[in-house]
């Protein structure tokens, strides 16, 4: 029989309003709605299907003081993770929220009605005590971050009942809700179930530790990665996904479950420990593997980490007894070539020969295209890994050149189309200033805010575009620094981005203008001309810079492709 839930009932309230589905539909249309966000949407997808039992709703202030001074609820109950309903006053204001008032939660995907919250308050919390009490107060800690930045100044907390469950289009069967995760191990006849968490790729050492932690406890497996939102910076879901069914078949027949858990993760260490907990032992395990530096997201910028390394399983540990699971402590495996076995390296004799490889150096590998040993990874989970992160040669990226006008960037841009399609291998796209300016921004002019919107389409355009495998080369002025590293945030998401600096002084633009286009400046017929009556700012964070007043076109295009080159981007000229 499954473990029983957090709070002794599982609170599925899709089962529970399904009977009143249609007065429910019928209500919701007729209030006012609030659209959520991606990360309410993964929250409430748990609240509606029980996965974050004992709650029935998004927290109200007395719930949301106890969970971040005690780590309880208001009725005492054991909950580590702030769940809210974060809104802003313009909303509170035009919703009329207030308590007693009744609101339509809606997806921002579909415009589907999920849910109807009715209000026990509108709160203020006090956002600095939480990101002390909860997450550990430093100011780089991600979840700070968008504690600071992203949420809304109020949270809005009250009970809620079940419309709609959430439309999912990709691995729909793997979805299970925690009555169907409990139905399902039922009907397999599995009494104890090894959960284990994870956010990366799976490979042997990971098949190795779950294998052995389940045979060690007479139990199965379920492996329940997070699909919702994760660290930045992480695999995408959708090669993740493919890596677990690749290498589900490795694992004895019959012993192991696949199911996807659509959490928003905090990447909270201790904190997010004890509430991961909480939802596996909603979801029917009764042991969880938790890690070194579980849920921890790293170092910050010192090179300090935000967690010990143990403190999760510390913490866990700590309210075992309330948590009714069992920790397993997850052992660093190692793979010993002579008997060609895994073992924990912890029991590994002095002076046996070991073998291993870094996160880093995989990602390096897969970078270049060097081979990945069978010892470390299953044949068919690189294969999956290599589709998803193609060599550098095959990758697409972005070539953003800045500069005066007149400084060179166009014929530069020009010759570089030119010598990528000579090449071959990718398609290349070429994105002049005056092309997007007359295609994509005609309505646009050149004050500050109009030169920055045409600077962020076109790095969407370039995100696009590289995301797809193109080599896109851009030569816009942008004369403004934030707005070419917002370009470059937006780029990086999906490829590579250089920027360089075409850093022909003003005065040799100036001189060598055949178009006149300066004198009219100076004569004051053209308003806010870059170097003449409006800034440049030079950037600092240039990956080369160029000059051609000192320069030839052909000598400037050769040194990009050096650049390339060396980055494995291209092949030998």
Not at 27 to 52: H, S, Y
Not at 128 to 143: L, T
Request: with cysteine; hydrophobic share 40%; charged share 25%.
């Amino acid at each position: 029989m499954a473990n029983p839930p957090h709070g002794g009932v599982l609170k599925d309230l899709l089962a529970r309003d399904a009977p009143r589905h249609n007065e429910l539909a019928a209500e919701a249309e007729k209030l006012p709605a609030v659209v959520l966000t991606e990360r309410q949407l993964c929250d409430l997808e748990l609240i509606l299907n029980g996965g974050f039992s004992p709650l029935e709703g998004f927290m109200n202030e007395k719930d949301y003081n106890g969970v971040v001074e005690n780590v309880r609820l208001a009725d005492g109950a054991l909950f580590s993770m702030p769940i809210c309903l974060d809104v802003s006053q313009q909303t509170v204001e035009r919703l009329k929220m207030k308590a007693g008032a009744r609101i339509t939660l809606r997806d921002f995907r579909d415009d589907r009605n999920l849910a109807i919250l009715t209000i026990d308050d509108v709160y203020k919390p006090d956002k600095q005590k939480e990101a002390q009490e909860v997450f550990g107060g430093d100011p780089e800690h991600p979840a700070i971050k968008f504690l600071m930045e992203s949420t809304k100044e109020f949270y809005v907390g009250g009970k809620i009942q079940a419309v709609n469950r959430l439309n999912h289009y990709d691995y729909v069967a793997l979805r299970y809700t925690p009555a169907e995760l409990r139905t399902h191990f039922e009907k397999l006849g599995w009494a104890r179930v090894v959960a284990f968490q994870t956010r990366n790729p799976m490979h042997r050492a990971h098949r190795e530790l779950t294998v052995r932690a389940a045979r060690a406890r007479q139990a199965n497996v379920l492996i329940h990665p997070v699909v919702g939102l994760t660290k930045p910076g992480d695999i995408d879901h959708f090669t993740r996904v493919r890596v677990y069914q690749a290498l589900m078949p490795r694992y004895p027949n019959g012993m192991a479950v696949l199911g996807l858990l659509g959490l928003a993760m905090r990447m909270g260490g201790p904190r997010e420990a004890i509430w991961h907990a909480i939802i596996r032992k909603n979801h029917g395990a009764t042991h969880f593997i938790i890690g070194r530096d579980h849920a921890g997201p790293g170092k910050n910028s010192a090179g300090k980490d935000f967690y010990g390394p143990y403190d999760a399983q510390y913490a866990v540990e700590k309210y075992k007894d309330e948590l009714g699971i069992e920790v397993v402590e997850f052992q660093m495996m190692t793979y010993l070539p002579d008997s060609d076995e895994y073992r924990p390296k912890d029991q590994v004799p002095a002076g046996v020969k070991t073998l291993d490889i870094s996160g880093t150096e995989l990602r390096r590998r897969l970078k270049v295209g060097a081979p990945i040993p069978e010892w470390f990874s299953y044949p068919e989970v690189v294969k999956v890994l290599r589709e998803s992160n193609p060599p550098r040669a095959t990758q697409g990226f972005t070539i953003f050149l800045t500069g005066y006008q007149n400084s060179g960037k166009d014929a530069v841009a020009r010759a570089l189309q030119v010598t990528f399609n000579e090449q071959g291998g990718r398609p290349v796209s070429l994105l002049l200033g005056e092309t997007v300016r007359h295609e994509l921004s005609a309505e646009l002019g050149f004050t500050k805010e109009d030169r920055d919107t045409n600077i962020a389409r076109i790095a969407f355009v370039a995100a696009e575009l590289t995301k797809a495998g193109a080599a896109v080369i851009a030569a816009p002025i942008a004369p403004f620094d934030e707005a070419r590293k917002d370009a470059r945030d937006t780029v990086e998401r999906f490829g590579s981005f250089f920027l360089v600096h075409v850093a022909t002084p003003l005065e040799y633009c100036e001189k060598t203008d055949r178009r006149g286009v300066y004198a009219r400046a100076r004569r004051n017929s053209i308003k806010n001309f870059t170097g003449v009556n409006d800034p440049y700012e030079a950037p600092s964070d240039a990956d080369l810079t160029v000059d051609c007043s000192k320069q030839t076109v052909r000598s400037i295009v050769h040194e990009i492709v050096l650049m390339l080159e060396s980055q494995g981007f291209l092949g030998s000229s």
